[in-house]
């Protein structure tokens, strides 16, 4: 078995010689089968930087074109000649095509032009290999192939082409490599984003942990935290996932929050090994609080808010910085007892004044909060801050490797000196992209301010991108699992289109949506229906054409249907439609409204059944409703538009001048008698109208409520 691997991104210069003389013994020995490999790297594995290699059975590799060649030279009669010192001189001088720098290649180019001013091949009067391995470092070369496609030296111009032109499977085997790279490339692109990012010392075991804070629901942002920290704890490294719910601040935070989240995650399949809270540890934060001042690494400080703020952005130190440890102390007691005084009152770390990383600059790690906290009531009133108690329990906990998003990268040195100078366990970090989307606010703080204004229903409104609102907007969550960790453990920071996203939920819906038929109510248009049964009836048809697991559904016929005015609009006379689910029919005739402010608009049909037609001739195809043998169901379809007008708010910009004035858009309608049957969370497609999942079922007359589920078309 003889195989040629070839890199496929190194400088095609050193590998096509090789390549070109393999694809020539292929064709012309009947007994040659060489296999041809192509690795997606710039060096071969387990070379030293080589970019081709044969092996043949047991034998050493053979390395480079030049040795390549001759060796195949000698083991296929096919490629011998009789000017083999000739060709085995220009084997050798190939090499001098490498060159990547036009100074460097345009000498040999000019002797190779002169060389062939009187020849057509570069050795002898036929094809040789000396030519496939001269031809093929040309053609690998960008820059020696530009010389060749701006003709200025005729000759070489000439001999290049006719070797080309009289030799088509070079270009067969020059596609192969090009070829072989694309679809690795998109093998891997549909994989998605690479997660090989060589976590250090995960042979002693992987620990990660998410964090939330429980002020608010979860969001899509949220969401790729957790779905990483989970990915690398059970799928990449077989270790544990730590949720920590980040409660220091009782002002924020609810137990309405702290179940939703764990809700949340057991819906995106993310099973943490162990739950814990930051108010767990108060006591111990305490103790290190009470340390680091002991040790002279914090102080006490009652600067006013603005005060503080401008002398960290300016590099002033505190009037307090050198208070003794005695009066920090004391004063640190006053706020545990959250008096008065005390409430003044915050512990700042003794980092540095004017370090140019801003977040150095002597942070807050405690403040005093008198009110009650949702778990431990009113045993505290002192409370860490997020950037003490984090580096604080990530160490006590376990936690190996810290992934993170990549707004914190400043406060990492912060992290470190925590650890530093408490002298806890260090731990990795990792920093990765948070997810931003176009038209899309992510801040909790900002969507806290739309619940509380009332421009939204709740933290599920199904504009919003908490996982409760998409999810009630028609999200499966295999799709956002999907579309979460394809976007991988990068750094880059992208702002995403939600157009993707919603692509990936399509291909989850869509095989297992019901199809139903729906009407808008507004200027509906009733068809009478000649050469139909006198008597309504209704027949079994599959609810879905491609998945009869999903069952079959009644759909009536009558000689009189419901018809949509946009589809009405579009008939000419006598001509033949087709009628979903029913069968060919001819337009006989069609009234116009009167009103002389909507002559364009139908107000009745009369059309000819002609089941013997083929459907597959007629240009319209349209969705009907029967209005007799079946209860019409009301029904209300929701669509929406982003919350946002613009595509990036800027730091200096309010969001509240970008507020999108409609983003909700109601459409009555009536659909057929199966949707009574629909339950809240059902996911179904009207046909013609797209996806739709049910909010509220039909029931005692009030009408079903159907949001509809974007696609990735149509832009919202």
């Not at 703020?309 to 050198?322: F, I, L």
């Not at 806890?424 to 739309?450: C, G």
């Amino acid at each position: 078995m003889t195989t040629l691997n070839i890199a496929s991104k190194a400088n095609q210069a050193t590998t096509l010689p090789a390549l070109l003389v393999v694809a020539q013994v292929n064709e012309l020995d009947p007994n040659a089968s060489i296999s041809v490999n192509f690795e997606e790297v710039e060096a071969l594995r387990h070379t030293k930087g080589e970019a081709v290699e044969l092996i043949v059975g047991s034998d050493s590799p053979i390395y480079s074109s030049e040795k390549i060649i001759t060796h195949l030279i000698e083991s296929y009669p096919t490629l011998q000649g009789p000017n083999e010192t000739r060709v085995q001189e220009w084997l050798s001088r190939t090499a001098s095509f490498h060159y990547t720098d036009f100074k460097s290649v345009e000498g040999p180019l000019l002797e190779l032009d002169a060389h062939l001013t009187l020849r057509s091949y570069v050795v002898g009067y036929v094809l040789s290999t000396a030519d496939l391995s001269v031809w093929g470092a040309i053609r690998g070369n960008r820059v020696a192939y530009a010389a060749v496609k701006k003709g200025s030296m005729m000759n070489m111009c000439r001999w290049f082409k006719f070797v080309e032109e009289t030799n088509p499977w070079l270009s067969t085997a020059i596609q192969s490599i090009n070829q072989a790279a694309h679809e690795k490339k998109a093998a891997k692109s549909k994989e998605g984003a690479s997660y090989d990012i060589a976590l250090p010392d995960t042979d002693k075991g992987v620990v990660t942990r998410f964090p939330p804070e429980p002020s608010g629901y979860l969001h899509i942002g949220h969401a790729k935290a957790a779905l990483l920290n989970d990915y690398f704890a059970h799928e990449a490294y077989k270790g544990t996932l730590i949720c920590r719910f980040d409660d220091t601040n009782p002002s924020k935070e609810k137990e309405e929050f702290q179940d939703a989240i764990v809700q949340d995650l057991a819906l995106m399949g993310i099973q943490p090994d162990k739950t814990s809270y930051s108010s767990d540890y108060f006591q111990e934060m305490y103790e290190y609080c009470g340390h680091i001042i002991k040790i002279g690494k914090a102080y006490a400080d009652n600067t006013e808010q603005m005060t503080m703020r401008e002398e960290r952005m300016n590099g002033t130190a505190s009037k307090r910085r050198e208070d003794s440890v005695e009066e920090n102390l004391a004063h640190f007691e006053e706020m545990k007892q959250g008096s008065e005084e005390g409430i003044k009152w915050c512990i700042r770390a003794k980092m540095s004044i004017d370090n140019p990383n801003k977040a150095m600059r002597d942070p807050v790690i405690y403040r005093c909060n008198p009110t009650p906290h949702h778990r431990t009531g009113n045993t505290w009133k002192i409370y860490p801050t997020y950037d003490f108690c984090v580096p604080i329990l990530d160490s006590l906990e376990g936690v190996t490797h810290a992934l993170r998003t990549i707004e914190y990268r400043d406060r990492n040195p912060q992290y470190e000196w925590f650890q530093e100078v408490l002298g806890l366990r260090k731990v990795h970090i990792w920093d990765f992209a948070r997810m931003n989307f176009v038209r899309t606010l992510l801040s909790k703080r900002k969507l806290t301010k739309f619940v509380d204004q009332g421009l939204v229903w709740g933290w599920d409104d199904p504009r919003f991108p908490t996982i409760r609102g998409i999810r009630r907007r028609g999200m499966t969550i295999g799709a956002l699992r999907e579309y979460i960790l394809k976007q991988g453990p990068s750094r880059n920071i992208v702002n995403l289109d939600w157009t993707l996203f919603w692509a990936t939920n399509k291909k989850y819906i869509d095989p297992v949506a019901p199809r139903h038929t729906a009407i808008t109510k507004a200027h509906s248009v009733t068809a009478t229906i000649k050469g139909a049964r006198t008597a309504a009836y209704t027949e079994d048809k599959p609810k879905h054409g491609k998945n009869p697991e999903l069952g079959t559904k009644k759909v009536a016929y009558a000689p009189t249907i419901l018809i949509d005015q946009e589809d009405a609009q579009s008939f000419a006379q006598d001509e033949e439609i087709t009628l979903m689910n029913w069968g060919n029919a001819i337009v006989r005739s069609i009234s116009h409204s009167l009103n002389p402010l909507s002559l364009k608009t139908v107000t009745a049909l009369s059309l000819d059944l002609n089941l013997q037609g083929d459907v597959k001739t007629t240009d319209k195809k349209v969705t009907w409703l029967a209005t007799e043998g079946q209860e019409l169901i009301p029904v209300e379809m929701v669509d929406f538009d982003f919350l946002i007008s613009k595509d990036k708010i800027e730091e200096d910009e309010n969001f509240e001048d970008f507020l999108t004035p409609q983003t909700e858009f109601r459409t009555d309608g009536v659909a057929d008698g199966n949707v009574a049957e629909l339950k809240a969370g059902d996911m179904i497609q009207f046909e013609r109208k797209g996806y739709f999942r049910v909010d509220k079922a039909f029931a005692h007359g009030q009408a079903a409520v159907l949001f509809a589920i974007p696609t990735g078309k149509g832009g919202r």
